[in-house]
């Protein structure tokens, strides 16, 4: 068959770190092709350098027999190569035709340039009777499922007459049988000449609906299955395999009792998911999983951002209620959140207003804070953390990352945690500092706090924790003892193997 | 004191300047013991839209707040009798209960603050319109309060104790915005509310009682700025008060995005509005074109502090 892209030796490089490492893969016209990865395999990027978004550092790109070294967004569209986003780009205030024809309206009355929602609707009907759509051009979008919504940006794809779209994580909030109608559509794109790159985590859609799979581990397409070597198996085997390196230190003692424990604990994010996990007083739990998998939903349940959905939880021993972050704080159960900037610091406050914040009543006397007390605290958090900065007047904001988590970490610090839970800690942080963060987690576990550590980087969870927990969908699909470790285990309960396998037979 | 602030000061001084040069009543001990008075009646209120400015919100009923207040006030001492001190009692809880109802339909309704006090502003018009038939409110002839009209309306040693009011208020509330868990609180909710949530902070109790600290100092201006116009006619009095507030709180280096902005530059952003209807008086330009120069000397002072950012910015990277 004829080939559509063909994409070699493409390389890109961010600052020390290879994002992509020469790789090369194919598409032909009307063929399916599945793309996986780990989290942070290269995939994203990727795709920005095949939407034009990120220019590559080497590598040719071919479309249609024309090769580019690298693509603007203007001629990915020409070109006819298409996204269908995890996140949605749709305007949720216009109708289904108003968004598939976004900045193409058919107009009428000459120079006055009337929108003629008519011929729009009229246009956008054949293309969504294509995909087997079941409502109407005229509704308004926030009016349609998430996977109706989809079906509406693949029309758009269809309206700018794609060859080829590519589908990120299509069906990761889809229902069984949305996630059924979508894989139809992409027969339907095949058999019309259409080209798909599927990507996505649940291995098993992979399966059903590629033929081929391209497999990328740090940057490079380690594998290009064919037929009968599509197999979840496969792609998993060749989806890890490299060499961790260890940077686990081993707890002092120990874990000793549960310090919080979840029972059928359910968020809003996922309301049917139920989660049952235990924290151990001095140890060091992993939670691993998707990105999307609702981990960080389950942290903020735990501080008490969001209420819980159902279940209960103990903190030693007794039943604890968490309506508001302050109940959650009161007993020192700390979230250190994902977003630094954004929900861990005020970033234009000092070093040392930040500390205090959560505690701040503490540092007052008669309700005026005592400045000296104050920043004698954070003097103090500043030696024991190491913190590199001109002076604890310094604003947040100005420090580099390791350092601006450092001090989202010292707020907490100052008032003796027994829960913490971290998310994602070393995300964006430079080698060095991670080290520092893993010792001084390591330090804390010691002293009898339980941490959750969340983390999506393999390295980290695997070199940290003392046990791991694996999320899946909302639930936690395993826990993994030091002894069972593997790439290979967390990854199988990542994407739901068992799950899948049990629901298979 | 800031570089805005210090900005801000030099800027009073030298516009003080010219004008006395120009014209040398602008220093006669009438002219400034009248001016000061005005600072003071407008300095209360604009005290009270800075807390809700820096909480990252906005009170666009002042002036209507200050006018069904002010009518109700005068009724309950001149028509009803009720002993002046209670009276006043009453008004500023009355303040602080219509700042409550904000506060409660931001934070719990989910509402935005500009439609919220923009209808607060529509409602407490119209009520004290009706509530005084559309007549003029004032006292009857030959009642008279000396205590009261002393202590509000009246000087010591030429100062209006309107003046002194101001500073009072002022001070107290510099010491709460500047010094205390509460003020604390109020910036990091208006620079970043989510980071505050985070850190265990009631963000919403924190934002409700801005509103009812702004409604309570405006009532207390109300009544001020009642015995000092002695009668008041409810379609027009304290209109476009809230925008002046507005004003010295945005010149003082309140950012209408919140989390900024201290109470010497209200201080002075006040000051400087008063010295500039001030100049329009003294200096012989038509009284219509009033508003004209006040909007563009606010303009200028923004525009003039955005190019100093911006200079400071490049020149240190």
Redesign the interface.
Known sequence: MHKFLEVRGLTKRYGSTVALRNVDFEVSQGEALGLVGENGAGKSTLMKVLGGVVAPDAGTITIADRSHDKLTVQQSMASGIAFVHQELNLFENLTAAANIFIGREATRGGPLRLLDDRTLAARAKPLLAQLGADFSPEIMVEDLSLAQRQMVEIAKALSLEARLVIMDEPTSSLTQSETERLLETIRKLSASGVATIFISHRLGEVKQCCSRVAVLRDGETVAMLKGKDVTPENMIRHMIGRDLKSVYRAPAQAAGEDMLAMTGLRTAYRPLSEVNLALRAGEILGLAGLVGSGRTELARVI?G?EPALGGSMRFAGKELVVA???D???RGIY?V?E?RK????????PIA?NVT??D??RY?RH???DARLESHTANAQKESLDLRCSSVAQAAGELSGGNQQKVALA?WLAMSPKVLVMDEPTRGIDVGAKDEIYRIMRQLADSGVAILMISSDMEEVIGVSDRIAVMHEGRIAGILSRGEFSEERILALAVGRHAQQEAAA | MNRKDLGLLVLILVVGTIVAIINPRFLSPINLSNTANLIGLFGLFSLAQAFVIISGGIELSSGSVIALLGVIFLDLVAAAGVPWPLAALLIVALGGILGLCHGFLITRMGLQPFVVTLCGLLIYRGVARYYTDDATAGFPFGASFPWLEWLVAGRSFGVPHSLVAFILAAVALAILLHKSVYGRYLYAVGKNEMAARYSGINTRLVIASAYVLCGALTAAAAIFIAMYTRSISPSSHGNFYELYAIAAAVLGGCSLRGGEGSILGVVLGTILLQVLQNLVNLLGIPSSLNFAVMGTVILLGVLADQQVMAYRKRSRL
């Open positions: 501080a951002i508001a972050p302050s959650a704080i009161a979230l959140p977003d954004g929900a861990g610091l005020v970033l234009d406050f207003q914040m959560p701040l009543k007052a309700l005026l804070v707020k």
